[in-house]
Protein backbone atom coordinates (compact mmCIF):
# COMPACT_ATOMS: atom_id res chain seq x y z
CA UNK A 1 0.00 0.00 0.00
CA UNK A 2 2.57 2.64 0.75
CA UNK A 3 3.30 2.84 -2.92
CA UNK A 4 0.41 4.53 -3.84
CA UNK A 5 1.20 7.67 -1.71
CA UNK A 6 -1.19 9.68 -3.83
CA UNK A 7 -4.45 7.74 -3.11
CA UNK A 8 -7.51 9.57 -2.20
CA UNK A 9 -9.98 6.55 -1.42
CA UNK A 10 -9.66 2.97 -1.09
CA UNK A 11 -12.48 1.24 -1.15
CA UNK A 12 -12.36 -2.77 -1.29
CA UNK A 13 -16.00 -3.57 0.08
CA UNK A 14 -17.71 -6.63 0.05
CA UNK A 15 -14.88 -8.88 -1.69
CA UNK A 16 -12.81 -12.07 -0.01
CA UNK A 17 -10.13 -10.10 1.16
CA UNK A 18 -8.67 -11.66 3.90
CA UNK A 19 -5.50 -10.73 6.22
CA UNK A 20 -4.78 -7.40 8.33
CA UNK A 21 -4.07 -4.10 7.49
CA UNK A 22 -0.62 -3.01 6.97
CA UNK A 23 1.24 -0.87 8.81
CA UNK A 24 1.96 0.90 5.51
CA UNK A 25 -0.97 2.70 5.56
CA UNK A 26 0.53 5.34 7.48
CA UNK A 27 2.44 6.43 4.09
CA UNK A 28 -0.81 7.33 2.26
CA UNK A 29 -1.36 11.01 3.84
CA UNK A 30 -3.60 12.21 0.97
CA UNK A 31 -6.22 9.66 2.05
CA UNK A 32 -9.70 10.84 2.39
CA UNK A 33 -11.69 7.18 2.59
CA UNK A 34 -10.77 3.95 3.48
CA UNK A 35 -13.41 1.18 3.03
CA UNK A 36 -12.79 -2.52 3.59
CA UNK A 37 -16.26 -3.16 5.24
CA UNK A 38 -17.70 -6.56 4.55
CA UNK A 39 -14.31 -8.78 3.96
CA UNK A 40 -12.33 -11.41 5.86
CA UNK A 41 -9.87 -9.17 7.89
CA UNK A 42 -8.74 -9.77 11.16
CA UNK A 43 -6.63 -8.90 13.95
CA UNK A 44 -5.76 -5.57 15.33
CA UNK A 45 -6.31 -2.18 13.63
CA UNK A 46 -3.20 -1.18 13.44
CA UNK A 47 -2.16 2.38 15.05
CA UNK A 48 -0.98 3.96 11.85
CA UNK A 49 -4.66 4.34 10.45
CA UNK A 50 -5.56 5.97 13.34
CA UNK A 51 -2.47 9.04 12.41
CA UNK A 52 -3.94 9.50 8.79
CA UNK A 53 -5.42 13.12 9.79
CA UNK A 54 -7.02 13.36 6.34
CA UNK A 55 -9.42 10.89 6.82
CA UNK A 56 -13.14 11.77 6.17
CA UNK A 57 -14.44 8.42 6.31
CA UNK A 58 -13.14 4.41 7.86
CA UNK A 59 -15.73 1.88 6.79
CA UNK A 60 -14.31 -1.68 8.80
CA UNK A 61 -17.98 -2.90 9.09
CA UNK A 62 -18.55 -7.04 9.27
CA UNK A 63 -14.96 -8.13 9.58
CA UNK A 64 -13.29 -10.59 12.55
CA UNK A 65 -11.38 -7.13 13.89
CA UNK A 66 -10.27 -7.50 17.14
CA UNK A 67 -9.09 -5.64 20.29
CA UNK A 68 -9.57 -2.36 21.89
CA UNK A 69 -9.88 0.83 19.76
CA UNK A 70 -6.56 3.49 19.88
CA UNK A 71 -7.47 6.79 21.84
CA UNK A 72 -5.71 8.25 18.85
CA UNK A 73 -9.09 8.29 17.27
CA UNK A 74 -9.95 11.08 19.13
CA UNK A 75 -7.23 13.05 16.99
CA UNK A 76 -9.15 12.40 13.72
CA UNK A 77 -11.05 15.74 13.51
CA UNK A 78 -12.26 15.65 10.18
CA UNK A 79 -13.68 12.04 10.54
CA UNK A 80 -17.41 12.51 9.61
CA UNK A 81 -17.79 8.57 9.22
CA UNK A 82 -17.10 5.42 11.19
CA UNK A 83 -18.39 2.24 10.89
CA UNK A 84 -16.92 -0.39 12.89
CA UNK A 85 -19.80 -3.09 13.00
CA UNK A 86 -20.11 -6.28 13.07
CA UNK A 87 -16.57 -7.02 14.80
CA UNK A 88 -14.68 -8.10 17.74
CA UNK A 89 -13.85 -4.98 18.98
CA UNK A 90 -13.36 -4.98 22.74
CA UNK A 91 -13.05 -2.44 25.97
CA UNK A 92 -14.22 1.03 26.10
CA UNK A 93 -14.99 3.01 23.37
CA UNK A 94 -12.21 5.86 23.40
CA UNK A 95 -13.61 9.79 23.07
CA UNK A 96 -14.78 10.56 19.67
CA UNK A 97 -14.63 14.13 18.12
CA UNK A 98 -16.13 13.74 15.05
CA UNK A 99 -19.51 13.77 14.12
CA UNK A 100 -22.45 12.39 11.30
CA UNK A 101 -22.66 8.81 10.67
CA UNK A 102 -21.18 6.73 13.76
CA UNK A 103 -22.05 3.10 13.59
CA UNK A 104 -20.47 0.56 16.72
CA UNK A 105 -23.21 -1.98 16.88
CA UNK A 106 -22.21 -5.59 17.63
CA UNK A 107 -19.26 -5.59 18.95
CA UNK A 108 -17.99 -6.59 22.66
CA UNK A 109 -17.20 -2.97 24.06
CA UNK A 110 -18.02 -2.57 27.48
CA UNK A 111 -18.63 0.35 30.31
CA UNK A 112 -19.88 3.57 29.74
CA UNK A 113 -20.72 5.58 26.64
CA UNK A 114 -18.21 8.39 26.40
CA UNK A 115 -19.67 11.74 27.36
CA UNK A 116 -17.77 13.28 24.76
CA UNK A 117 -20.56 11.59 22.17
CA UNK A 118 -22.90 14.36 23.63
CA UNK A 119 -20.59 17.13 22.84
CA UNK A 120 -19.74 16.49 19.12
CA UNK A 121 -20.46 19.05 16.43
CA UNK A 122 -23.30 17.57 14.25
CA UNK A 123 -23.05 18.08 10.74
CA UNK A 124 -25.95 17.61 8.09
CA UNK A 125 -28.51 15.03 9.44
CA UNK A 126 -26.78 12.83 12.10
CA UNK A 127 -26.96 9.31 12.70
CA UNK A 128 -25.54 7.83 15.65
CA UNK A 129 -26.17 3.91 16.07
CA UNK A 130 -24.69 2.73 19.61
CA UNK A 131 -25.53 -0.99 20.96
CA UNK A 132 -23.45 -1.43 24.24
CA UNK A 133 -22.60 -4.80 25.31
CA UNK A 134 -21.28 -5.86 28.65
Known amino acids: MGWFTDLYQINLQ ?36 WSLDSLLG ?6 KFEGSLSSKIGNLYNLAL ?14 LTFSESLEVHNNLFDGEIPSSLGNLI ?11 LS
Open 58 to 63: INLFGN
Open 82 to 95: LDISDNAFTGALPC
Open 122 to 132: LLGKPQVYLKM
Open 14 to 49: SNRIHGQIPSTISELKKLELFAVGSNNLDGYVPEEL
